[in-house]
């Protein structure tokens, strides 16, 4: 699976966008994006994945840009309860969750 | 509702006792994965089931055991043998030809 980078921590004032990060440069062009997070002493849950088409959902929007070198995880109007830590990882399609690994990932902390 | 379900949310063990985690889902997931999380730390693979009757070791399959009996259910017993095993342990299904993983919400074990 390809390397991404993100931020270690950020702030979003509550009700205003959350946009997060990730850098994937290595990433080939059968791998997608996959956004999870994780709640503090909850289990991850994830979140969207998408190939290079912008994808949306309940949850939040994935823009990628038009190289596939990074994209932007949207939260449109954030809550306290988006506090969490965000994983972003690549992988290709069908591959195991035996082989799923989290980095460091974005601590988002969303402010009253 | 579909979903992931572990039980007991937290667990005390006394020290050279077995213990047994739950993990029961309704998603009809082929696979399931078990795994630990230490903090600060990303996920390490115990075990994990791609059918009923079959498992197979992951990274640190040392002091554990699992059993698959049915396709809903894949418990983890952490053994006297598991030399540190006060952990956050997380159960996760996936399912058949998608990436994307399902967890559940958590057992954290503490031995005391």
């Known amino acids: 699976d390809a390397k991404t980078t993100q931020p270690p921590s950020m702030d979003c004032a509550e009700g205003r966008a959350a946009n997060l990060p990730c850098n994937h440069s290595?990433?080939?062009?059968?791998?997608?994006v996959y956004w999870y997070r994780q709640i503090h002493s909850q289990g991850p849950q994830y979140i969207i994945h998408?190939?290079?088409n912008n994808e949306t959902n309940e949850m939040a929007s994935l823009i990628i840009t038009e190289d596939r070198k990074s994209s932007t995880l949207i939260l449109p109007h954030a809550t306290l309860r988006d506090t969490a830590v965000y994983y972003c990882?690549?992988?290709?399609?069908?591959?195991?969750?035996?082989?799923?690994?989290f980095g460091s990932g974005t601590q988002l902390t969303v402010l009253p | 509702d579909g979903g992931i379900t572990q039980s007991p949310k937290y667990l005390f063990r006394k020290e050279g006792q077995n213990v047994t985690l739950s993990c029961e889902q309704n998603?009809?997931?082929?696979?399931m994965y078990w795994y630990r999380q230490d903090p600060g730390q990303g996920l390490r693979l115990i075990y994990y089931?791609?059918?009923?009757?079959?498992?197979q070791k992951g990274d640190i399959a040392e002091g554990y055991s699992v059993s698959r009996e049915k396709k809903e259910s894949f418990p983890l017993t952490v053994t006297s043998a598991q030399k540190n095993p006060t952990a956050f342990y997380l159960c996760a299904s996936q399912p058949q030809g998608r990436t994307e993983a399902f967890f559940g919400q958590g057992t954290r074990l503490t031995v005391v």
């Open positions: 998603l009809n997931h082929d696979a």
């Open positions: 290595t990433i080939s062009g059968n791998e997608y």
């Open positions: 998408g190939l290079k």
């Open positions: 089931s791609q059918i009923v009757n079959d498992f």
């Open positions: 990882i690549v992988r290709a399609p069908g591959g195991s969750a035996r082989q799923l690994t």
